[in-house]
């Protein structure tokens, strides 16, 4: 959510500033800025290719601050873009978060004669530095802090001190990127990768000197703080095209390699058991709960939901799904035989670290899944285990669900081998995860015949996505791939409850997707889908292969293959991520970066 850029050191800076704010253009993409001391400030409204257009020669100087911005405070004009200004024009702040006593904060300062243009807290948050400051920006922003309230990731510069730029950390991720060249800030390393692997990142009340040559980390009182140089552990390839039109694509295309990356080194077949290395000192802990509680947020919390499923099946541990944004202001009844375990893919999602860190208040132990290492809830939970997925470029989480989904499949082995889950059976399952990569790359083959059935579909202006047990909640994470990527209105239900109201929606221009696979339960299914059709709504299912009884009953199907029940969930709901794809291209819209959103929502 925003995306902070900054550059010191030795080479000029406006081409890095640009080019690192389009390695975080997935963050935000309302409006971009940057800021050169001695030259100003450039905004534009729109893509980073907007700003680049106006910078038309490269602006001198060798260091820089940026931003591309998600509007939270303000629509996005080039008014309400970052960098802000102070009073006099000489400070320049960019800002990911909210002030939340900006109000009060700004009244302060109309009484004092300053004016305000935009309608962000950012600039209240820029103007109020500058009152602040009296020759030293270190000392301006620190004071700063004292006085705001919120969450922030900010980076700060003055014209009277270009050779420095001042950072500080609350609730918003900033890394350093320690270059031979200078120094780098940015808040996410993705946009730190192709300049150096040696990052530092800052924790919660962080702030930083950051010069050409040196750093120096402290508190916000000016206490010097120790850190470790930690290193980025993939490549710059990893957050390229690939040759594909879309990051969605190539992510979903990427699937089968990120469930290897998630298993890799994990499996121990002939124990049927897993060796999660984060998770083992907790081992009895987690073998002795009485409850888990699941918290994330959207594509996250659904695969908590199939989770959910699975460790209450095949782990017997008594399970609750609970989204973060609800969980954190609830009443919580404690119980010290239940822990809470976060899935994140970028880790800093704002409801799912508020739900960790209440979590850990109330003495709970907290868990985490989480994809990007180094990210704030992974390294606020008691534990965890790393998807390894690679990483996610694309608005819309696609490889990483499947591999929350996965990982969670290897939690229950993991637990479940502890408790009722006998040998044979853990082999299985390990037999299982082992097939997966394979089984999915025949729904991937698949590509062209699901793109036929998008053009088809893309017609329509809702749907409705049905699925019963595990495959229930992926109805539901079906529906907001689709109303996420096309716009169109989608929703996921349960297959039992579509009588309960629902289908009083169906007719012939409202298509249902069913998830049909042979499992406990498909005759179930088989009787909704008959439901359906009596109210002629055209019906896609998503069957077995071979599955000769639904494919009589319904327009369309895309075939998926039998597996084992545990991971089946995984192989229906590939074709689903293709299929919103597929009907996004044949509308035109940018897949990628869907409206209003962005990848990593820092904000509540
Ligand atoms: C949907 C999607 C979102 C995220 C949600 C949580 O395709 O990507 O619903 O799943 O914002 O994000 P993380 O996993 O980063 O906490």
């Not at 499923?309 to 009844?333: K, Q």
């Not at 071979?546 to 998926?560: K, N, R």
Request: include cysteine.
């Amino acid at each position: 959510m925003c995306g902070i850029f900054g550059y010191i050191g030795t080479r000029t800076a406006s081409p890095i500033l640009v080019e690192g704010l389009r390695t975080l253009e997935y963050r935000g993409y309302d409006s971009a800025g940057i800021y050169v001391p001695g030259y100003g400030a450039v905004k534009a409204v729109g893509p980073i290719d907007n700003l680049a257009k106006k910078i038309k020669e490269t602006i001198p100087g060798t260091s820089g601050i940026a931003h591309t911005r998600w509007a939270t405070h303000g629509a996005p004009t080039e008014t309400n873009a970052h960098p802000h200004t102070d009073q006099s024009g000489s400070i320049f702040v960019v800002h990911n978060g909210i002030i939340e006593n900006y109000t009060l904060l700004k009244e302060g300062l109309k009484v004092q004669g300053i004016t305000f243009e935009s309608d962000t807290d950012t600039e209240v948050l820029t103007k109020l530095i500058g009152i602040n400051y009296s020759g030293d920006l270190l000392e301006a922003v620190q004071r700063t802090l004292r006085m705001v309230q919120g969450t922030y990731g900010l980076a700060v510069m003055s014209e009277h001190e270009p050779e420095k730029i001042v950072v500080a950390r609350m609730g918003s991720p900033l890394v350093i990127g320690i270059c031979e060249d200078g120094n780098i800030i940015a808040s996410d390393p993705s946009a730190i990768v192709s300049h150096t692997k040696d990052v530092i990142y800052l924790d919660d009340g962080d702030m930083a000197l950051i010069e050409k040559d040196s750093y120096q980390i402290m508190s916000f009182e000016g206490r010097g703080r120790e850190k470790t140089t930690e290193k980025i552990e993939w490549d710059l390839e990893e957050i390229k095209k690939d040759g594909y039109d879309h990051y969605l694509l190539k992510e979903i295309m990427e699937i089968p390699k990120a469930i290897e990356n998630t298993l890799r080194g994990r499996l121990i077949p002939d124990k049927g058991r897993v060796k999660l290395g984060g998770l083992e000192k907790h081992s009895d802990k987690l073998s002795g709960l009485h409850r888990l509680t699941i918290v994330g947020c959207g594509s996250a919390a659904y695969a908590g939901e199939v989770g959910r499923y699975i460790l209450e099946e095949y782990a017997g541990v008594p399970t609750t799904v609970e989204l973060a944004s609800e969980y954190r202001y609830r009443t919580n009844l404690k119980d010290s035989k239940s822990a809470v375990l976060a899935i994140s893919q970028s880790g800093e999602t704002a409801d799912t670290l508020a739900a960790i860190r209440l979590a850990k208040k109330q003495g709970l132990g907290t868990f985490g899944i989480v994809n990007v290492v180094g990210s704030t809830i992974a390294r606020e939970n008691d534990a965890g285990v790393y998807n390894h997925a690679g990483p996610e470029v694309s608005i819309a989480s696609t490889k990483a669900v499947i591999s929350q989904i996965t990982v969670l499949i290897m939690l229950a082995v993991f637990i479940g081998r502890e408790r009722k889950m006998s040998l044979e059976d853990g082999k299985d399952i390990i037999e299982a995860l082992q097939s997966l990569p394979k089984e999915i790359e025949k729904v991937l083959e698949q590509r062209e015949e699901i793109e036929k059935i998008a053009k088809k579909y893309a017609q329509f202006q809702n749907f409705v996505f049905i699925g019963r047990n595990n495959h229930s909640p992926l109805a539901s994470e079906a529906a907001l791939k689709l109303k996420e990527i096309t716009y169109i209105h989608a929703e996921g239900y349960p297959g039992g409850e579509l009588k309960h109201g629902p289908i009083a929606l169906l007719d012939e221009k409202f298509p249902v997707v069913a998830f049909a696979p042979q499992d406990h339960v498909y005759e179930k299914i088989v009787s909704n889908i008959e439901e359906i059709k009596a109210r002629k709504a055209p019906v896609l299912a998503i069957a077995n292969t071979g599955d000769d009884q639904v494919s009589h009953l319904v327009d369309d199907v895309i075939y998926v293959p039998k597996v084992h029940p545990i991971i089946q969930s995984i192989v229906s709901i590939v074709p689903t991520y293709l299929l919103a794809y597929y009907i996004g291209i044949e509308k035109g819209y940018n897949v990628d970066r869907p409206r209003n959103l962005a990848k990593s929502v820092t904000v509540e």
